[in-house]
């Protein structure tokens, strides 16, 4: 019956362990002995595949940036700049129970990071790459008016809030879309 | 020697206490006896003046939109629509360590609220007051290009966002205040 496991997929179905987890009571009351609770599994075994809760969440964040970068890859059939700015920018928003998971997930990391900055790398990583990725689109679309750099730092910091305005039940979903679409006319203007 | 004890001095000593606890170690993990240790009182007064820690968060979250309120205004000497927004904006951001603390508070609150939703209508009551000031200060300025509504809610959600970067250690101070100047020029323009 034994079936050989596949050591990435079983990090993956721990991680997701962990996401449910923190979307239902936050990441720091979560344990190490709850996530192989929730994934059905013994403590020993998720030791053996994350060491600390620290490494456990640096995966799962890596994970969910893995996820939001191959859905918004699967949307891009030719498309303009700006859609392709848009299809990775809506699926980075919290608008469905996946995102949701998921934003859960970088928000208490976020949360965790500030206090543990030594987490903070992987974030910056991440972070910086998605500027990058946006500036070159903006400049591809030969967006002006602003910098194509800092309009991408905006872009990006304007989507986080969103994400973050929209799990804390602060603001409606298509209020959401709604400033972000505005916030695009604006850098690419009516096209 | 006993003098009389103002009751929401009292209150926002303590709340000093858990944001300076937020800080360090994050929401969560912090209980009303490490705030009690913190303040260098019994658990029982703190249990006098917050029945539950959710009361205390409330109560310091009031709080630091108060003081960031406060310190706005009092640099409102005669100004321009857009010298308001953006003296506002500054002191929301994490640019100093006052404000730091109050964005950790606020961060580990927007976590917080977010497995605990019934948290979060202080939080949406004012972010909608916050939203309504900027739109009124973009309609007298007569920002056009887009909707003063809309174009309120993306620049509150810059900030919030930008916000988040600084503290999880992502994004340099400048490079934050450039990205929320290249954004203030976009929507008031170059004046």
């Known amino acids: 019956m034994a079936r050989r496991v596949d050591p990435h997929e079983r990090r993956e179905l721990l991680a997701d362990a962990l996401m449910?987890?923190?979307?239902?009571?936050?990441?720091?009351?979560?344990?190490?002995?709850?996530?192989?609770a929730e994934a059905g599994v013994s403590t020993g075994m998720v030791q053996h595949y994350f060491r600390t809760k620290d490494e456990m969440m640096t995966f799962a964040l890596g994970m969910v940036m893995d996820r939001i970068r191959r859905r918004s890859q699967a949307l891009s059939v030719p498309?303009?700049?700006?859609?392709?700015?848009?299809?990775?920018?809506?699926?980075?928003?919290?608008?469905?129970?996946?995102?949701?998971?998921?934003n859960h997930v970088v928000l208490a990391f976020l949360a965790y990071a500030a206090v543990k900055p030594a987490l903070a790398s992987g974030l910056r990583?991440?972070?910086?790459?998605?500027?990058?990725?946006?500036?070159?689109?903006?400049?591809?679309?030969?967006?002006?008016?602003?910098?194509?750099?800092?309009?991408?730092?905006?872009?990006?910091?304007?989507?986080?809030?969103?994400?973050?305005q929209l799990l804390s039940r602060q603001y409606a979903d298509e209020d959401a879309v709604a400033a972000l679409d505005a916030q695009l006319a604006l850098l690419f203007g009516r096209r």
Chains 1, 2 share one sequence.
């Open 20 to 36: 449910r987890l923190a979307a239902e009571r936050g990441l720091e009351a979560v344990s190490l002995r709850h996530v192989a």
């Open 125 to 164: 990583e991440s972070a910086a790459e998605m500027r990058t990725f946006l500036a070159d689109q903006l400049r591809a679309a030969g967006a002006d008016g602003v910098g194509h750099e800092q309009a991408a730092a905006g872009l990006l910091a304007l989507v986080d809030g969103l994400g973050l």
């Open 79 to 102: 498309a303009t700049p700006r859609e392709l700015v848009r299809g990775l920018l809506l699926q980075v928003l919290p608008l469905d129970e996946t995102r949701r998971l998921e």
